[in-house]
């Protein structure tokens, strides 16, 4: 799994991928993925005075980390404040409600004390509703929200349109702490951070085993290298190979597919994206856009059927976005990538305790980066020793779905039937 893609981000990377050759022979924690997670969780540990090794099979980038769309969003995907609550307890609810909340300010917070250079923009981020019942909805939604102490706010169809150009729209949520990165030097600079610290980054380590060793834990690379540490934690999203096999089987894998265009003219840049706020609506099979430092477009979609994919879904989200945005000239992919992003069940992040010093967590659902610079430290938090009762992410048993592999198809039929309800909204 040697990450080749080419993709936008590794087409207009600034920063250098870097990583170390001699694995330590032991470390206090050994961090088991090198994306947001892992990298946040290390910077944490390193602050906190703790040796670190990360292990990352690929290269760095090679999961969703290098994969996204790089919008800021601190928020959940499919929950309001008051649906958190219900789930889990008004107490424990609102911890995992400020963390999320917080996430997005986390990220640039992380990115202005390191010095990391990667295109970042808080400049907003926003939800326009498709139809009333959604503009009702979001409403209600930024309410909730003002109550936490965030700044987020209800735009009337007007003001929607004055900040899109989109005149389909009833309104839009504004959160005013989204925004844009740079997804591939952010995490590139995150790894610059952990080295600069004192830990060490390998790329090409998958990790296969972790067994009790004494009062700590032995990890055995599917290079037969080995490496012992008093803590681990597994930060391997969606993967299931080696060591992250029974975690990445608890989440439901979707796959997503990226394209970036030529870049927009001055005038349409300014008719859809004034305040150059990334966008992304509530329709089931839901409609994004945001732009790259030199303008690109950039936007996703999903395949309802896998094969032939790749070529098929960058020509439909191009045409999407000619279409929606009312484009001057039909826009055609200069690029066109894919990854996997993780869902929960509950579409809630959760943290799993895999042995005594041993933690996983995933369940980022989409929202992945705010919410993986939270993760990051809660777990750095466990591995300190912090008790799990106290944390904001709820710990919960490991449980690997029954027929994983068969959940891309489930996605596929819920995919069908979204757009079905979309026409119907319509
Ligand atoms: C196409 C796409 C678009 C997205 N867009 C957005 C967006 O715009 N905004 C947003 O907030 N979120 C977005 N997301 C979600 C977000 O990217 C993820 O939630 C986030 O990157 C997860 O980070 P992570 O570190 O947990 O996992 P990953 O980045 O997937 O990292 C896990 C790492 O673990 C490594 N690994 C796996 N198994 C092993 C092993 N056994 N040994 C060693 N290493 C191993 C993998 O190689 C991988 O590098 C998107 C996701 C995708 C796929």
Redesign the pocket.
């Known amino acids: ?1 040697n ?1 080749t893609q080419d993709t936008l981000w590794t087409r207009t990377a600034r920063l250098p991928a870097e990583s170390d050759t001699a694995l330590p022979q032991a470390v206090d924690v050994a961090i ?9 969780a290390a910077r944490e540990l390193l602050i906190a005075g703790r040796s670190v090794a990360v ?19 601190p928020n959940f995907a499919k929950a309001d404040p008051n649906a958190v609550r219900a789930k889990l307890g008004t107490e424990r609810g609102n911890a995992l409600l400020r963390l999320v909340g917080d996430g997005a300010n986390a990220v640039f917070r992380t990115i202005e004390e390191d010095g990391i250079s990667c295109d970042a923009r808080q400049t907003g981020w926003l939800n326009p509703a498709y139809g009333a019942a959604s503009a009702e909805m979001l409403k209600a939604r930024a309410a909730l929200w003002r109550e936490l102490g965030r700044p987020v706010s209800f735009l009337d169809a007007d003001q929607t349109h004055q900040q899109t150009g989109m005149d389909i729209y009833a309104g839009a949520l504004l959160d005013e702490e989204g925004g844009t990165i740079h ?1 591939l030097d952010y ?1 590139r600079g995150l790894g610059q951070s952990v080295r600069r610290r004192g830990g060490t980054v390998h790329e090409g ?4 085993k972790v067994i009790r060793d004494g009062a700590g834990w032995r990890l055995t ?2 290079s037969g290298a080995t490496l012992t540490a008093a803590k681990v934690l597994l ?11 029974r975690m ?1 089987r608890s989440a439901v894998p ?5 394209i970036a265009t030529t870049p927009a003219d001055p005038a349409t840049v300014k008719r859809i994206a004034p305040d150059g706020r ?1 966008v ?1 609506d509530t329709r089931q099979n839901l409609f ?1 856009y ?1 732009l790259d430092r030199d303008n690109r477009l950039i936007s ?1 979609g999903m395949a309802a059927i896998p094969f032939g994919a790749f070529d098929r879904l960058g020509r439909a989200v191009a045409d999407r976005l000619s279409k929606e945005l009312d484009l001057p000239q039909a826009v055609t992919p200069e690029v066109v ?6 869902m929960t069940p509950d579409f809630l992040p959760r943290l799993h305790q895999l042995g005594e010093g041993w933690f996983g ?2 369940g ?9 610079a939270q ?2 430290r809660v777990l750095a938090h466990a591995a300190l020793g912090e008790s799990l009762d106290h944390l904001p992410i709820p710990v919960r048993p490991l449980r690997p779905l029954p027929f994983h592999q068969f959940t891309p198809i489930v996605a596929s039929a819920a995919l069908i039937q979204a757009r079905l309800k979309d026409k119907l909204a319509k």
């Open positions: 799994m990450h088991i993925g090198g994306g947001f997670t892992g990298m946040t292990l990352e099979a690929g290269k760095i980038g090679a999961g969703a980390s290098g994969m996204n769309a790089g919008f800021v969003v997804p995490l380590q998958c990790v296969e690379m599917r930060c391997t999203n969606a993967f299931t190979i080696g060591a992250a096999s990445g979707l796959r997503v597919y990226q990334p992304g994004t945001r996703g990538w894919t990854g996997v992003a993780a967590g995933i980022c659902n989409g929202r992945g980066i705010a919410m993986t993760l990051g």
